[in-house]
DNA sequence: ACGAACGTCAGT
DNA sequence: ACTGACGTTCGT
């Protein structure tokens, strides 16, 4: 909730303080302390979303409730894991944020990531990064489709000023910005080597 | 491994 | 539609 300092990386990128805009981050002093699961987050086993609305005991919002693993990174219902005794370790800093019991029951104590990948942020004050996509616990790979639809959100590259070629779907690039698009490529070829 | 870039989400 | 900003990808 803090204002803008108006100083930091951040902000000095963004256009309101005459930057170009391109890297979208938050002001270094109003990062957000307690980060929630987007809303398109469902659990790793049966695919439905926190339903911790739905009951009024504080046990049963929990056991209904998303819980991310900092370990593992799947995130579960708790009642979906039938798991024999074993409690997971509750990150109370951090909504919808544990150390799951499957990670616990084996040596995977706090800093081994099992994918490296997918950071939040540790008990210590550093930032780092947490995510959510699923990923196959120890076996399978993800086919990682590298053509189109399966496409992750995120970012692809775009250049520096702005290739404006797109395919046919949206608004089919006019000839003139098709040329450029070309000129560009040569430029790149060129500036190859 | 780090940091810039950017698509996409979430809120208005 | 517009805005802020998160999480992923890519260049280095
Ligand atoms: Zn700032
Ligand atoms: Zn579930
Ligand atoms: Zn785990």
Redesign the pocket.
Known sequence: MRTECGEC?FCK?MK?FGG?G??????LL???TA?VL???AVCFACGEAGKEDTVESEEEKFSLSLMECTICNEIIHPSCLKMGKSEGIINDEIPNCWECPKCHKEGKTSKDQGD?L?KRRMDNGEVS?????DDPPPSKKKSLSLDDTT??????????K?LPQESASKKKASRAEQSTAVFSFFSFLISWT
């Open positions: 990386h990128d309101k170009p391109r890297m979208k981050q938050s002001c109003r990062q957000c980060p987007p809303h398109t490296g997918g990064r947490w995510k959510l996509t496409r992750q959100d995120g970012a692809k590259r775009k250049k520096e702005d």
